[in-house]
């Protein structure tokens, strides 16, 4: 899996992009456990991020798969 | 009714070109909004703004935001374009085109539009390179 | 709040030129309106509308009502024209030209000043020379 | 008192404009008795007409003198 980072969230983990390897379909809390596992303290954007799953937001009862791009927004202010 | 209909989107990474314009002659209201970065943002005076996008994305939801308005409020063309990079104070960050048969949908639907925008497209604009910034 | 606002208002008897456009750094939001005439006009096909006006009031009106809007919606600068004479399809017969600090002031700005305009600027359509025809 | 016509009532009164002598200040009924004397049948259009005195809508109350600018305005359609 794709994972796209933004702002704020590309300040902390230092990076544009991650890989993230799936072995399994996962909901939005087992990704989330994934990526505080490869950026310990990022869990601390979840509250103020919106999840993207290939270019549309993802449904809360999403579920992400290995071949999924998945992008985490931080709140938008475009225009 | 959504034939007929014409919808662009466009991201550039420079000054924004003119839009395409109008020539159909079965409208009576054409829109134009132009969002312009100001001299002043949140008390400070800058030189501009810094926009980023998740491009791919930000292009999809302009047009699924476009096409779901305009069951709303029908419109015969809509043209929209939003500018990346670096834009200086005094030039626009942000153009929206409209045109239909009667102007109320065209007023209705920029307003909508521009609030619908701000909410879900992901761009983000930042003071400088490194400072995130809620609109 | 009223210091610092640029209103004017135009009446022309051709085509309307561009307008003079904003160049200050203090607004957010540029938004421009075309009124433009239609192909077909209440179910029959024509090439243009006839526009005639009681001149000195329709000036005097358009101005009062701009700036009566601008103490409920306080944008800076108000450009307003309108043509008079024959107006062929797919061209304007009025073009307003809005600019505020942030959008929402121009977009109801905009909506009300048209409502308004059609209310009380003695300004006339007809689409012979011959029949009168309430909007 | 100059008083203008525009479109249909100019249509009926044949004239852009007229000249009436007032000799004291009248109301708005007693303008519509000098102006249906000069143009007979004219009153028919005072239900749909507004009355303007120098280039401002008259108030309700309004009081026309012989130096005024009078115009009798059909419902607008500009735009």
Redesign the interface.
């Known amino acids: 899996m794709k994972v796209?980072f933004?702002?704020?969230v590309r300040?902390f983990t230092g990076c544009e992009q991650a890989e993230i390897e799936l072995k399994r379909p996962v909901a939005a809390d087992g990704l989330w456990e994934l990526l505080e596992a490869k950026f310990p303290g990022i869990a601390k954007f979840r509250s103020s991020t919106r999840l993207?799953r290939n270019?549309?937001?993802a449904r809360d009862d999403q579920s992400f798969s290995n071949e999924d791009e998945v992008?985490l927004?931080?709140?938008?202010?475009?225009? | 009714m959504m034939k007929d209909v014409r919808v662009t989107v466009e991201i550039h990474d420079g000054a924004i070109p003119p839009l395409p314009g109008v020539t159909r002659d079965d409208c009576g209201a054409v829109v134009d909004f132009q969002g312009v970065v100001r001299r002043d943002e949140h008390g400070e005076s800058i030189a501009g703004l810094h926009y980023e996008a998740y491009r791919p994305m930000a292009e999809r939801e302009l047009e699924r935001i476009a096409r779901e308005l305009l069951t709303k409020f029908p419109c015969r063309e809509i043209n929209v374009a939003h500018r990346l990079g670096f834009v200086p104070v005094g030039e626009a960050s942000i153009s929206v085109q409209i045109a239909s048969a009667h102007r109320g949908e065209a007023i209705k639907f920029l307003e909508e539009f521009m609030n619908r925008m701000k909410q879900d497209v992901p761009i983000w604009k930042r003071t400088s390179q490194s400072s995130a910034q809620p609109s």
């Open positions: 796209m933004f702002v704020r300040d993207a270019f549309a937001y992008a927004l931080s709140p938008v202010s475009g225009g």
